[in-house]
C-alpha cells in the first residue's frame, strides 16, 4: 500500500475522520443513551462514525472483528480502523502497578512483563497500548502516582524504556507514551490541575521520561490534560512542535487524552471549538480522542487559509504509516484471535511472571527479626480489609477478572498449609471508614493467635485518575483495629496494600514487621505468602520517598540545598529551611528496602581521580552477601556536582543494578562515568557538564552510601 496515493485519494473529510478517535459504545445504539457529558454532544453522523479512523476501549476480539467488518464494509478507501485500550499493567493477567514495578529496580522484569501483556492485548483485537505513563511524580497526594515510576528522573527513563520495549516486541502492539507533558506535576497533588514550572526545570527532570521512551521506539505519545506554564499541553506550540516533533525529532503519531481539545474552552484558552480544532491541528495532534472538532470545523479552517491541506496530510501521513507499519492494510484484524486470547488470560506462563513481578515489587519496610515465618505449629489471625479481598489488582486494570486474584488468606494457607490460619475481616476499606463494629471479632481471633498478620491499606479505587487526596494515612476504622491489636501484646507483622506511599508515622510503631505490596496484581497473595514465610527474599526498594506528613510534600531526594540549609533535626539554627513541626527528612528514603540478609559494599574505587572532557572513568565495587539466605541487592550510583552555574541537586541517581548472590557469595561491579551522564541544562536550555568536582556515590538506598570524589578537567 502506497501512502501517498492513498492520501491524494481522500477526500478532506475523510481525512479529518482518520483523525478523529470514539468509543464504541456509539456504535451500539442500546447503550448510545448511557453516554453523557462530553460523550453526548459529538454531533456526528452515523457516516461519520464509519469513517473515524480509531476506536478506544475495546476489550475483546469479539468487538474488533465485529465492528472492524462493519468498518471495512462502509469505509471507501479499505482503511481499516485502529484499536486501542488502557493496558497499563496487564490485559487480563495482571502484574503490580508501575509504582510497584518500580520498587523492583528491575527493567528486565517490568520489559517480559509488558510483553506479556501485548501477547493477550493484541490476541484480543488491541493495536495501541495506552502506556507506559511516564509522568515524574514528586507529590503522592496525586492519585495517578500509581500509574507512575516515582520521583526520579534515571529510574523513569529506564523503566518507560522497558515499557516500550515490551509492548512493541515483534511488533505486536504499539506503545503510546503519557502524558505529555509533565502531568505529574499537578499543583497540589490535584488530577486535572494547572502545571507550572520553570522550562529549565521542565527539560532537566519532567521531559526525560517521555523521551526515553520516544527514543526506544515509541510509535505514539498522547498529549495531556494539563496546562504547562499557562496554556493547554494540546495546544502548546513550544511543548508539541518545538520540543517533541523538532528537538526529539517525534515523527510518530500524537493523540489527545479524552476530550482534551474541547478542554481548552474550559481552560479559557479557546473561545470555542473552532478555535480548539486550530490549536490541536497546529499543534500537531494527529488525532482527537472523543471529540468531534477536528471533523466538523477542519474544512472550515482550511476553506478560510488557517490551516492548510499540508498540514493536515501531515497528520493523516503519521495515521496511515503507523497502520501500516502494524500490518493493517494487509491483515485488518492481524494478531486478533479469541481462541489464543482464552488460551493467554491466565494461563501459568503469565500467573508465574506476575508473581515474579510481585515478589519482586514488595518493599520490607521493617523488621524486627519476625520474619520470615518459620512453617507449621502455629495460629496465626489473618485480620484486616486486605486479607481475604480479591480487589488488589489496582487502578487500570479494565480487562481484569477480580474473581482470578489470589487473596493474601489463599496463599498463606497454600503456602503453609501445617499453619492454623483464622480470619476476621475487622472493618471495612473505605475511605474515611469510622465503623469499627467488626473490631471484637478480630480481637477475638487475635486473642488465640500465636501471631497477628494484619493487612490494612487504600482501596484501589482510591488511588488512580481523578482519586487525588489530602490525607494519606489509614482510615480511622483501620487505624483503631490496629491499635486494638496492638494492646493484645501478640506480634504483629503488618501487609500494607496502597496505589502511592501512604503517611506511616502514626502507625509504624504498631508493626513488628512491615511489608509493603503497593496494589500488586491477580498473583498478589500467593507472593506476598511466599515472603513472609521466607521462600522469597525481599528485594524491593522505595521508588517515592515515604513522607513523615502530608505537609512535605513535594517531597523527593534529588533537591536543591538552600542558603540556610537545616543540618539535620537537632539543628539549633531557627532560620534554616525547616519546619517546626516535622523533621525534613522522610519517613523512608528513594531507594530503601530491607532483606532477610545483609549486603556489604566494598572495595568501591575509581579508574582515576580526573575525567578529561570528552572521556570517561570507571567506577568498581565488591557487593557481598554476608548474611545466611540468598538475596538480591540493588546497588546504586548517585553523583553530586559540588558546585555549578546553576545550583545542582545534593544527590542524582545515575545508575542502577539489581544482583542475586547466594550467601557468602560477592560480585564485582562496574559503572561508567562520561561526560554525558555529568550534562545537565543552563538556565539557557543548552545541555553540557561544567568542568569542576564531583562526587560518586555507591551505596543500597539514597542515604546508605560511601563516596569518591574526582573531578572534570
Given at each position: 500500500?502506497d501512502?501517498?496515493q492513498l492520501?491524494?485519494?481522500?477526500?478532506?473529510?475523510?481525512?479529518?475522520?482518520?483523525?478523529t478517535?470514539?468509543?464504541?459504545y456509539l456504535?451500539d445504539?442500546?447503550k448510545?443513551?448511557?453516554?453523557t457529558g462530553?460523550?453526548?454532544d459529538?454531533?456526528?453522523?452515523?457516516?461519520?462514525?464509519y469513517?473515524?479512523?480509531?476506536?478506544?476501549?475495546t476489550?475483546?476480539?469479539?468487538?474488533r472483528?465485529?465492528?472492524?467488518?462493519?468498518?471495512?464494509?462502509r469505509d471507501?478507501?479499505?482503511?481499516?480502523?485502529?484499536?486501542?485500550?488502557?493496558?497499563?499493567h496487564?490485559h487480563?493477567?495482571i502484574?503490580p502497578?508501575?509504582l510497584?514495578?518500580?520498587?523492583?529496580?528491575?527493567?528486565?522484569?517490568l520489559?517480559?512483563?509488558?510483553?506479556?501483556?501485548?501477547?493477550?492485548?493484541a490476541a484480543s483485537g488491541?493495536?495501541?497500548?495506552?502506556?507506559?505513563?511516564?509522568?515524574l511524580?514528586?507529590?503522592a497526594?496525586?492519585?495517578?502516582?500509581?500509574?507512575?515510576?516515582?520521583?526520579d528522573p534515571?529510574?523513569n527513563e529506564?523503566m518507560?524504556?522497558?515499557?516500550?520495549?515490551g509492548?512493541?516486541?515483534e511488533?505486536r502492539?504499539?506503545?503510546?507514551?503519557?502524558?505529555?507533558?509533565?502531568y505529574g506535576?499537578?499543583?497540589?497533588?490535584?488530577?486535572?490541575?494547572?502545571?507550572?514550572?520553570s522550562?529549565r526545570?521542565?527539560?532537566?527532570?519532567?521531559?526525560?521520561?517521555?523521551?526515553?521512551?520516544v527514543?526506544?521506539?515509541?510509535?505514539m505519545?498522547?498529549?495531556?490534560?494539563?496546562?504547562?506554564?499557562?496554556?493547554?499541553?494540546?495546544?502548546?506550540?513550544?511543548?508539541?512542535?518545538?520540543?517533541?516533533?523538532n528537538?526529539?525529532?517525534?515523527?510518530?503519531?500524537?493523540v489527545?487524552?479524552?476530550n482534551?481539545?474541547?478542554?481548552?474552552?474550559?481552560?479559557?484558552?479557546?473561545?470555542?471549538?473552532k478555535e480548539?480544532?486550530?490549536?490541536a491541528?497546529?499543534?500537531n495532534?494527529?488525532?482527537?480522542?472523543?471529540s468531534?472538532?477536528?471533523?466538523?470545523?477542519?474544512?472550515e479552517?482550511?476553506?478560510e487559509?488557517?490551516?492548510?491541506?499540508?498540514?493536515?496530510?501531515?497528520?493523516?501521513?503519521?495515521i496511515?504509516?503507523?497502520?501500516?507499519e502494524?500490518?493493517?492494510?494487509?491483515?485488518?484484524n492481524r494478531?486478533?484471535?479469541?481462541?489464543l486470547?482464552?488460551e493467554?488470560?491466565?494461563?501459568?506462563e503469565?500467573l508465574?511472571?506476575?508473581?515474579?513481578?510481585?515478589?519482586e515489587?514488595?518493599?520490607?519496610?521493617k523488621?524486627?527479626g519476625i520474619?520470615?515465618l518459620?512453617?507449621?505449629?502455629?495460629t496465626i489471625?489473618?485480620?484486616g480489609?486486605?486479607?481475604?479481598?480479591?480487589a488488589?489488582?489496582?487502578?487500570?486494570a479494565?480487562?481484569?477478572?477480580?474473581?482470578q486474584?489470589?487473596?493474601?488468606?489463599?496463599?498463606l494457607?497454600?503456602?503453609?498449609?501445617?499453619?492454623r490460619?483464622?480470619f476476621?475481616e475487622g472493618?471495612?476499606?473505605?475511605?474515611?471508614e469510622?465503623?469499627?463494629s467488626?473490631?471484637?471479632?478480630?480481637l477475638?481471633?487475635?486473642e488465640?493467635?500465636?501471631?497477628?498478620i494484619?493487612?490494612?491499606?487504600?482501596?484501589?479505587?482510591?488511588?488512580g485518575?481523578?482519586a487525588s487526596?489530602?490525607?494519606?494515612r489509614?482510615s480511622p476504622?483501620?487505624?483503631?483495629l490496629?491499635?486494638?491489636?496492638?494492646k493484645?501484646g501478640?506480634p504483629i507483622?503488618?501487609v500494607?496494600f496502597?496505589?502511592?506511599?501512604?503517611?506511616l508515622t502514626?502507625?509504624?510503631d504498631?508493626f513488628?514487621?512491615?511489608?509493603?505490596?503497593?496494589?500488586?496484581?491477580?498473583?498478589?497473595g500467593d507472593a506476598?505468602?511466599?515472603?513472609?514465610?521466607g521462600?522469597?527474599?525481599?528485594?524491593?526498594?522505595?521508588p517515592v520517598s515515604?513522607?513523615?506528613?502530608?505537609?512535605?510534600?513535594?517531597?523527593?531526594?534529588?533537591?536543591?540545598?538552600?542558603g540556610?540549609?537545616?543540618?539535620?533535626?537537632?539543628?539549633?539554627?531557627?532560620?534554616?529551611?525547616?519546619?517546626?513541626?516535622?523533621?525534613n527528612?522522610?519517613?523512608?528514603?528513594?531507594?530503601?528496602?530491607l532483606?532477610y540478609?545483609?549486603f556489604?559494599?566494598e572495595g568501591f574505587?575509581?579508574?582515576?581521580?580526573?575525567?578529561?572532557?570528552g572521556g570517561?572513568?570507571?567506577a568498581?565495587?565488591?557487593?557481598?552477601?554476608v548474611?545466611?539466605?540468598?538475596?538480591?541487592?540493588?546497588l546504586?550510583?548517585?553523583?553530586?556536582?559540588?558546585?555549578?552555574?546553576?545550583?545542582?541537586?545534593?544527590?542524582?541517581?545515575k545508575?542502577?543494578e539489581k544482583?542475586?548472590?547466594?550467601?557468602?557469595?560477592e560480585?564485582s561491579?562496574?559503572?561508567?562515568?562520561?561526560?554525558?551522564?555529568?550534562?545537565f541544562?543552563?538556565?539557557?536550555?543548552?545541555?553540557?557538564?561544567?568542568a569542576?568536582?564531583?562526587d560518586?556515590y555507591c551505596?543500597l538506598?539514597?542515604?546508605?552510601?560511601?563516596?569518591?570524589?574526582?573531578?572534570?578537567v
Amino acid at each position: 500500500m502506497d501512502v501517498e496515493q492513498l492520501l491524494q485519494r481522500m477526500t478532506l473529510r475523510q481525512k479529518l475522520a482518520q483523525m478523529t478517535q470514539l468509543h464504541p459504545y456509539l456504535f451500539d445504539e442500546s447503550k448510545v443513551d448511557e453516554l453523557t457529558g462530553p460523550n453526548s454532544d459529538l454531533k456526528l453522523s452515523e457516516d461519520d462514525l464509519y469513517l473515524c479512523g480509531s476506536l478506544l476501549n475495546t476489550f475483546w476480539a469479539e468487538t474488533r472483528l465485529n465492528l472492524q467488518q462493519k468498518h471495512m464494509e462502509r469505509d471507501p478507501n479499505a482503511i481499516p480502523m485502529l484499536f486501542m485500550q488502557d493496558v497499563i499493567h496487564g490485559h487480563r493477567t495482571i502484574y503490580p502497578i508501575p509504582l510497584g514495578m518500580a520498587a523492583t529496580f528491575n527493567p528486565q522484569l517490568l520489559q517480559d512483563c509488558a510483553e506479556m501483556a501485548a501477547k493477550e492485548a493484541a490476541a484480543s483485537g488491541i493495536d495501541v497500548c495506552f502506556s507506559p505513563m511516564a509522568d515524574l511524580c514528586r507529590d503522592a497526594r496525586w492519585g495517578r502516582i500509581a500509574e507512575s515510576f516515582g520521583e526520579d528522573p534515571y529510574l523513569n527513563e529506564q523503566m518507560t524504556a522497558a515499557t516500550v520495549k515490551g509492548y512493541q516486541a515483534e511488533n505486536r502492539t504499539a506503545a503510546c507514551v503519557k502524558h505529555y507533558a509533565a502531568y505529574g506535576a499537578a499543583e497540589a497533588g490535584r488530577d486535572y490541575n494547572t502545571v507550572d514550572m520553570s522550562l529549565r526545570t521542565l527539560h532537566e527532570y519532567y521531559l526525560k521520561g517521555y523521551e526515553a521512551a520516544v527514543k526506544a521506539g515509541a510509535k505514539m505519545v498522547m498529549s495531556s490534560f494539563n496546562t504547562l506554564n499557562g496554556i493547554p499541553a494540546a495546544g502548546n506550540r513550544y511543548l508539541m512542535n518545538d520540543v517533541l516533533r523538532n528537538k526529539n525529532s517525534f515523527n510518530g503519531c500524537v493523540v489527545t487524552d479524552y476530550n482534551a481539545v474541547r478542554e481548552m474552552i474550559a481552560h479559557g484558552f479557546a473561545e470555542n471549538e473552532k478555535e480548539c480544532a486550530y490549536h490541536a491541528i497546529s499543534c500537531n495532534n494527529d488525532m482527537e480522542m472523543m471529540s468531534s472538532t477536528y471533523l466538523r470545523f477542519g474544512e472550515e479552517l482550511v476553506k478560510e487559509g488557517r490551516l492548510s491541506v499540508a498540514q493536515i496530510d501531515e497528520c493523516v501521513r503519521r495515521i496511515l504509516t503507523l497502520k501500516q507499519e502494524l500490518g493493517l492494510f494487509e491483515s485488518p484484524n492481524r494478531h486478533t484471535d479469541a481462541k489464543l486470547a482464552d488460551e493467554l488470560f491466565y494461563c501459568k506462563e503469565h500467573l508465574d511472571i506476575c508473581q515474579a513481578a510481585a515478589e519482586e515489587s514488595c518493599v520490607l519496610l521493617k523488621n524486627n527479626g519476625i520474619l520470615p515465618l518459620q512453617k507449621g505449629g502455629k495460629t496465626i489471625a489473618v485480620v484486616g480489609p486486605f486479607a481475604k479481598s480479591k480487589a488488589l489488582i489496582g487502578t487500570w486494570a479494565m480487562a481484569a477478572d477480580e474473581s482470578q486474584t489470589h487473596t493474601l488468606l489463599d496463599g498463606l494457607q497454600k503456602t503453609s498449609p501445617a499453619d492454623r490460619f483464622t480470619f476476621a475481616e475487622g472493618c471495612t476499606m473505605q475511605l474515611g471508614e469510622e465503623d469499627v463494629s467488626g473490631v471484637p471479632l478480630a480481637l477475638s481471633a487475635a486473642e488465640q493467635a500465636d501471631l497477628i498478620i494484619v493487612a490494612l491499606g487504600e482501596a484501589q479505587w482510591d488511588s488512580g485518575e481523578g482519586a487525588s487526596r489530602t490525607k494519606l494515612r489509614l482510615s480511622p476504622a483501620q487505624k483503631t483495629l490496629l491499635t486494638q491489636l496492638k494492646k493484645t501484646g501478640k506480634p504483629i507483622v503488618g501487609v500494607i496494600f496502597a496505589g502511592r506511599p501512604l503517611v506511616l508515622t502514626d502507625v509504624i510503631d504498631d508493626f513488628d514487621a512491615l511489608l509493603y505490596a503497593w496494589h500488586p496484581g491477580t498473583m498478589g497473595g500467593d507472593a506476598i505468602a511466599r515472603l513472609l514465610y521466607g521462600e522469597v527474599c525481599p528485594s524491593g526498594v522505595c521508588p517515592v520517598s515515604f513522607a513523615r506528613d502530608e505537609g512535605q510534600f513535594p517531597l523527593y531526594y534529588n533537591h536543591y540545598t538552600t542558603g540556610r540549609p537545616c543540618h539535620g533535626d537537632n539543628d539549633p539554627n531557627a532560620y534554616s529551611s525547616r519546619y517546626k513541626d516535622c523533621s525534613n527528612t522522610p519517613l523512608f528514603p528513594f531507594g530503601y528496602g530491607l532483606s532477610y540478609t545483609q549486603f556489604a559494599v566494598e572495595g568501591f574505587t575509581l579508574s582515576s581521580e580526573t575525567m578529561q572532557k570528552g572521556g570517561s572513568i570507571t567506577a568498581t565495587a565488591r557487593v557481598k552477601n554476608v548474611g545466611t539466605v540468598a538475596g538480591k541487592a540493588a546497588l546504586q550510583w548517585y553523583v553530586r556536582d559540588r558546585f555549578g552555574s546553576c545550583v545542582r541537586p545534593v544527590l542524582e541517581l545515575k545508575g542502577f543494578e539489581k544482583i542475586a548472590l547466594a550467601p557468602g557469595e560477592e560480585k564485582s561491579v562496574s559503572f561508567t562515568l562520561t561526560e554525558e551522564t555529568l550534562a545537565f541544562y543552563h538556565d539557557d536550555l543548552s545541555l553540557f557538564a561544567e568542568a569542576g568536582d564531583f562526587d560518586l556515590y555507591c551505596g543500597l538506598s539514597s542515604v546508605d552510601t560511601i563516596s569518591l570524589p574526582f573531578r572534570l578537567v
